[in-house]
């Protein structure tokens, strides 16, 4: 804690502000009053009374000509203690990088925390002067951030006799407000900054590990994909082999080529062979120009299930995109398909299969359960949806998270739903000159754009390389959608190879979030065509990564009456989460206006209890934040007393750390703290320079208080005293 203390001790004196005039008259006023009461005295044959009152107006005018001089009473307080020098030392994880350069050549280089030990010894700064008094202060906690300027601002507030502030950092800080903030307070108070700086600017030779990308959970015999990021400040390329391993003894080995000065991203493929919680640890070998060791290896859970996702498919005729895309979804193990046909020949909706529906879901029951609705050649009429089972789609992939996929087709039927509430989902402008779409003798083909080839969606093979040769020799299409371009907002993963308009290649395949739910947009009817020679090889992959991408987040948890999820879904600590809850009532209806809490008790022990508040008016939806704290798993038990049960299930924070070790320091700040104080920055190795300056500082001159004595109130009360003492004599010794 900083703290002074200050005992003052005062030396006083009498001093006059007069002027030539006001002299003069003084001179004229009392040689007057002295004439005047002489010769009244005489005529009274010197009497004892008249004298004394004669006595008293001479007193008194007197007083009145000392009090036109204007005296003052001057008091010069001096404060005992001497004035503080405030020395404030970098104590943060940073300080503990090994950048800083040795005396001798052949000696190892030490941390920055090693380089200004010497200058944590109060003595050093002693040198300035005994009239000097020294407060030291770290700066920042071992397992913290850096916050320069808390303890630049209380240095300022508290310290009353406050000299100069000498800040010991390497300048790296990344909590609270700009350093120039309580530099500027500083200033006000003709206070200046002595930055000592310590570290390298430059970034230490390291391979980083800085992202692994875990999914919350993934489904049994399904191939996860388990993205990672390696950083590198290396200047040349390195081959390493990167490690996985889970927490059942699987280990798995990728190699990598790490680019130079640059960020590297890879991913493994990962079959998990039980259902269970797994941790999943990546790391990186030890190399020898690696100066940072710590930062070579993640961990994150991941949870294995069953997955029974459910998906409707609506089309109005069963064309050929129609059809394969059913059978690839009913042949799926974790996929439940229900199917709507509107077929112009049938007297009814239906099909003669058991995965066909009678019609379309009615109610907001019997429509919660679909994760993924696919809405193909289909429009508002007779015989087809109307306005009112839109809205339900809308509010579907808005409040509870599923997916919605458009599906266009040659009848331009689609066209009707940019005229209701789907059209604020709809990521593309049609054109509405065109409703039937555009065919050609010519097959036309994909081409992905930069988003496409990092997606997840349209990974057909291993490697981004493959993948890239896999799309080109896709088999093509003869009819794409009328589409004009993608609306903002929306993230386009394939455009058309060969056809092009005033705004660039023609998206095809565009995706875009939509409250709480995912809408993707595909804009031809070939995707059937790509089993050519293959059978279900790349159709049947991508249908399925489609299902589980839109489906993904409303089944992070699940219970027999609510579901629960989160984003992000790998979120860090003191990162905003944002919470949902579906919840359903006793009676099975969607739970309105609701009583719902979630209990979140942290690794530590510590229990925040988060009210969600209810969204819409009959989704059930519900929805808080929450910002951990603490890394690590965090229990989530999940209520509301309208509810029939509760659910319980967890989330994990990663434990990313607020200020890490290896960064260049940034010695461009303490340059600003002094630029703007008018003090001085030097290395660390010239902390000479500054003792010199400290040494050389005034000391602050006393502080003076004055009172002014020629209109104080207890002068004009004597002094009307003194004249009504004079008129009372004058009537007592019988005078006028």
């Keep these: 804690m900083i703290e002074t203390l200050l005992i003052a001790q005062s030396r006083s004196s009498l001093t006059f502000l007069p002027s030539n005039f006001s002299v003069l008259l003084s001179v004229i006023l009392i040689a007057v009053t002295a004439w005047a009461s002489f010769v009244s005295w005489r005529r009274s044959r010197f009497a004892i009374g008249v004298g004394v009152l004669e006595t008293l107006r001479l007193l008194i005018m007197l007083l009145i000509a000392v009090l036109l001089n204007q005296p003052e009473w001057e008091s010069q307080y001096q404060p005992e ?37 010497g200058l944590k010894d109060e003595t050093v700064w002693q040198s300035v002067g005994d009239d000097r008094k020294v407060v030291m202060a770290p700066i920042g906690q071992p397992d913290r951030g850096t916050n320069l300027n808390g303890p630049i601002q209380k240095a300022a507030s508290e310290i009353s006799e406050l000299l100069g502030v000498v800040v010991i950092s390497d300048g790296d800080w990344n909590e609270g407000a700009s350093p120039a903030d309580g530099a500027l307070q500083l200033r006000m108070q003709s206070v200046p900054v002595y930055g000592v700086k310590v570290g390298s600017p430059q970034k230490l030779p390291d391979l980083e590990l800085v992202n692994l990308d875990v999914p919350t959970f993934a489904t049994l015999g399904k191939t996860v994909r388990i993205p990672f990021t390696i950083q590198s400040s290396l200047p040349r390329k390195v081959a390493a082999t990167v490690s996985l391993k889970s927490s059942d003894g699987e280990t798995m080995d990728r190699s990598v080529e790490i680019e130079p000065m640059s960020k590297t991203a890879d991913a493994f493929l990962w079959k998990p062979d039980e259902v269970g919680d797994y941790e999943i640890t990546v790391s990186l070998p030890d190399h020898p120009d690696d100066e940072i060791k710590s930062n070579n290896q993640r961990t994150s859970p991941i949870a294995i299930r069953r997955e029974r996702l459910r998906v409707l498919v609506i089309e109005s005729i069963p064309r050929w995109e129609y059809r394969y895309l059913r059978n690839a979804l009913s042949r799926d193990p974790g996929i439940d ?7 112009p020949s049938l007297e009814s909706t239906g099909g003669g299969s058991t995965d066909y529906i009678k019609s379309f879901p009615e109610t907001i029951e019997e429509l ?9 050649d289909v429009g508002i009429g007779e015989d087809q949806l109307t306005r009112e089972q839109t809205n339900l789609l809308k509010g579907l992939v808005q409040f509870q998270a599923s997916g919605l996929v458009l599906m266009p087709g040659w009848q331009g039927n689609q066209f009707d739903l940019l005229d209701t509430e789907l059209n604020q989902l709809y990521p593309v402008d049609l054109d509405s000159l ?81 409250g ?50 989160y984003s992000p879904d790998q979120p860090s600590r003191r990162q905003t989460m944002s919470l949902t809850a579906h919840v359903i009532s006793e009676s099975g209806e ?41 890394p690590g798993r965090h229990e989530v038990m999940v209520t509301s007393p309208e509810s029939p049960s509760d659910l319980q299930t967890n989330f ?51 502080e003076i208080r004055r009172v002014q004595l020629w209109c104080h109130p207890v002068t004009m009360a004597i002094l009307l005293f003194a004249l009504a003492l004079f008129w009372v004599g004058r009537k007592i010794v019988g005078l006028i």
């Design 81 to 117: 203690t001497e004035p503080t020098i405030a020395v404030l030392w970098d104590n943060s994880p940073s300080m503990r990088t090994q950048d800083v350069d040795s005396a001798s050549v052949d000696a190892q280089r030490q941390t920055r925390q090693r380089a200004i030990e």
């Design 337 to 343: 398909v229900a199917c709507l046909l509107f077929h």
């Design 516 to 565: 709480a739910g995912k809408v993707l947009f595909m804009g031809t009817d070939g995707a059937w065509r790509w089993r050519k020679g293959v059978e279900d090889k790349y159709h049947y992959r991508f249908w399925g990564q489609v299902v589980r991408w839109m489906a993904y987040q409303r089944n992070m948890a699940r219970g027999d009456s609510m579901r629960f999820y």
């Design 652 to 702: 994990f924070v990663q434990g990313q750390v607020v200020e890490t070790i290896g960064q260049p320091a940034r010695p461009e700040v303490l340059d600003e703290l002094a630029t703007l104080t008018g003090g001085l920055s030097v290395r660390v190795d010239q902390v000479d320079q500054i003792l010199d300056r400290l040494a050389d500082l005034p000391l602050p001159p006393p």
């Design 368 to 376: 919660s359960p679909f994760d993924v609705v696919f809405l193909g």
């Design 590 to 630: 969607p739970l309105e206006n609701g009583n719902v809490v979630a209990r979140i008790e942290s690794p530590t022990g510590t229990v925040e209890t988060v009210r969600l508040t209810a969204q819409g008016d009959q989704w059930g939806v519900y929805r808080g934040t929450f910002v951990p704290e603490d």
């Design 434 to 514: 065109q409703p039937e779409g555009w065919g050609a003798a010519d097959a036309g083909h994909f081409q992905l754009s930069e988003a496409g080839r990092r997606s997840l969606l349209t990974k057909l093979a291993d490697t981004q390389e493959e993948n890239a040769q896999v799309w080109e020799g896709l088999p093509g299409f003869q009819w794409f959608a009328p589409v004009v371009r993608s609306r903002p907002g929306t993230e386009t993963l394939a455009v058309h190879g060969e056809v092009s308009n005033q705004y660039g290649r023609l998206p095809l395949l565009v995706t875009r979030t939509f």
